[in-house]
């Protein structure tokens, strides 16, 4: 575990032990933080975001260790509440339980910060808030997932995902910059390269969940995908109700069925749509850093983060 990692870890334990909680728990918590930490994924590198923000705009380490730790607790929370409503817990009971914990954590971590009180309040509401638009945005996910595939478009796959994702991560630069010391039009900037950036990983997310899943993949689990939205959007009306079947065999687990469904929406040109739409995505986030820092210098680690995500992307031209 690195230096960061380190403060953050011994952050969130000073401030669960002074808390009446049983050993247990504040265990199962602190392992949470252990579980990302060895964990070489990009979820890992976002991890990171506000402190790289804060470095960023001329802020110490140690000034955006509450907000980094704030920030961990955020994104764990989000991660366990996520599986919970995908059906993909292990134990949804205990998950729920340590999920609204964790979620907890945030204002008492935040209230470590050195800072003015004003401060530490703009920084708490701000999380509220976009705590609140994620779950909208979950919300919006649910229903949908539950209503005909073909009734959600891209555009509106990817309102969905700036709610869900790009209002957290667009705290999490946003709070980094801001105890950095930005002004208010860099932090706006700081914002809108977040939002960006949350939107990027659900692309990401969704490509590697229907062409390179680690485990059930997203036709599998019948999940209201991208790809799948994008392909059923161009599709030909005629064509429609093989497409729905051949998805409906996917997600009965019968594997011809998901090799076949993969191939189809590639053929449909989900996979091209996805790597131009992330591209996008991505040029705005970079965008967003230049406004900051023309000479793409100090912002250089953040502008990594979204070139980190191709690879991701690649596109396949076989199942």
């Known amino acids: 575990m690195d230096e960061c990692w380190q403060l953050i870890a011994r952050l969130v334990e000073e401030t669960l032990r002074g808390e009446p909680l049983t050993e247990a728990y504040a265990t199962a918590i602190l392992r949470r933080i ?14 990171r975001l506000p402190l790289l923000a804060c470095q960023a705009v001329g ?93 959600v478009d891209p555009e509106r796959w990817l309102s969905i995902a700036r709610a869900k994702s790009g209002a957290l991560l667009g705290w999490a630069a946003w709070a980094g910059a801001l105890v950095g010391g930005a002004n208010a039009a860099t932090l706006d900037h700081f914002r809108s390269y977040g939002e960006q950036l949350g939107v990027l990983l659900q ?8 062409w390179r899943p680690e485990h059930i993949s997203d036709l599998a689990a019948r999940r209201l995908s991208l790809p799948v939205c994008y392909a059923l959007s161009v599709v030909a009306p005629d064509e429609r109700p093989a497409l729905n079947s051949l998805l409906e065999c996917a997600a009965a687990h019968d594997v011809p069925s998901q090799q076949a469904a993969r191939q189809q929406l590639i053929d449909l040109g989900a ?33 990594a983060l979204v070139e980190d995500l191709f690879p991701r992307l690649t596109p396949l031209n076989r199942t």
């Open 34 to 47: 252990d579980r990302w930490a060895g964990a070489a994924t990009p979820e890992l590198s976002v991890a």
């Open 203 to 210: 692309i990401a997310d969704d490509f590697v969940g229907i």
């Open 59 to 151: 802020g110490t380490l140690d000034r955006a260790v509450p907000v980094g730790a704030a920030w961990q607790m955020l994104h764990i929370a989000a991660k366990l509440f996520d599986d919970i409503e995908d059906g993909d817990a292990n134990d949804p009971a205990a998950d729920l339980n340590l999920a609204t914990g964790v979620l907890t954590t945030v204002p008492l971590l935040l209230a470590t910060l050195d800072a003015p009180l004003a401060e530490i309040q703009q920084l708490t509401q701000a999380a509220q808030r976009a705590v609140l638009v994620a779950s909208a945005g979950q919300h919006a996910d649910l229903l949908a997932a539950r209503a005909d595939a073909a009734a």
């Open 271 to 303: 996979q091209a749509y996805l790597a131009v739409t992330a591209r996008v995505f991505q040029q705005h986030a970079l965008a967003a850093l230049r406004e900051v820092d023309p000479a793409s210098q100090m912002t250089q680690p953040l502008a």
